[in-house]
């Protein structure tokens, strides 16, 4: 169902000029996403929509995407959890089932709500976790890239913060920590967690709190 709805949200963003809630508005008719296929009918909303409330409506859109997304990840990780699966196995397990083209659904809807919402940011915090340095900084540039974000100073530090030659942590698992109002540097450091992803934090000009992931490292990987 959820990567029905994600194929669903992402022919919206992608062909149709408004959305409202659960349904797109389009040429005068009203489309509801169900059961990943679009019924019709009349809808007014598309024929009086002012450009800014067009804008307003996508960004709505991007952010479902990635609740949706992130209220699933969140209770596939927990299940996992419980039959005794590592976060890794979990993400095979998603992979197997959705198989590739699923996944290239599910990425290119990611894809595109982030992308969307990093532009309409005031500030982008991401938090990359991965299972090397050398990993770690190729998804950090992937992100920063994708997103058009300010490229800065990275450094690395151990434990105790004391900074580190770069390389150090190339073969180790490593947390990267980036903030795009911090002239885009970022610091990496040794992650001896099991969660590899990245997380992902939009501040809109609402000001409001909001945190999505862990999302796939390759999400923004062309």
């Given at each position: 169902m959820l990567l029905k709805q994600i194929q669903c949200l992402l022919v919206a963003m992608m062909l149709f000029s408004s959305f409202v809630g659960g349904y797109v508005c389009n040429g005068g008719y009203r489309y509801v996403?169900?059961?990943?296929r679009w019924r019709q009918s009349i809808c007014v909303t598309a024929i009086s929509a002012s450009g800014d409330t067009q804008k307003e409506q996508a960004v709505e859109a991007a952010l479902l995407v990635l609740s949706e997304y992130n209220d699933a990840y969140l209770a596939r990780i927990k299940s996992g959890r419980l039959r005794g699966l590592t976060p890794e196995g979990v993400a095979l397990e998603r992979a197997q089932s959705l198989?590739?083209?699923g996944?290239?659904?599910e990425r290119q809807a990611l894809q595109n709500a982030t992308r969307l919402l990093s532009s309409k940011s005031t500030e982008v915090t991401l938090g990359i976790?991965?299972?090397s340095g050398v990993r770690g900084l190729g998804a950090l540039r992937a992100w920063v890239s994708g997103l058009s974000l300010p490229k800065?100073?990275?450094r690395a530090v151990d434990e105790n913060g004391l900074e580190v030659p770069l390389d150090k942590w190339n073969d180790q698992a490593?947390?990267?920590k980036y903030n795009s109002s911090d002239r885009g540097d970022a610091y990496m450091k040794p992650y001896n967690g099991g969660y590899v992803g990245c997380i992902f934090q939009p501040k809109l000009a609402d000001g409001e709190?909001?945190?999505y992931g862990d999302l796939p490292l390759n999400t923004l990987r062309e």
């Open positions: 996403c169900n059961g990943g198989k590739v083209e996944m290239a659904a976790m991965a299972e800065g100073v990275l490593v947390y990267i709190f909001r945190q």
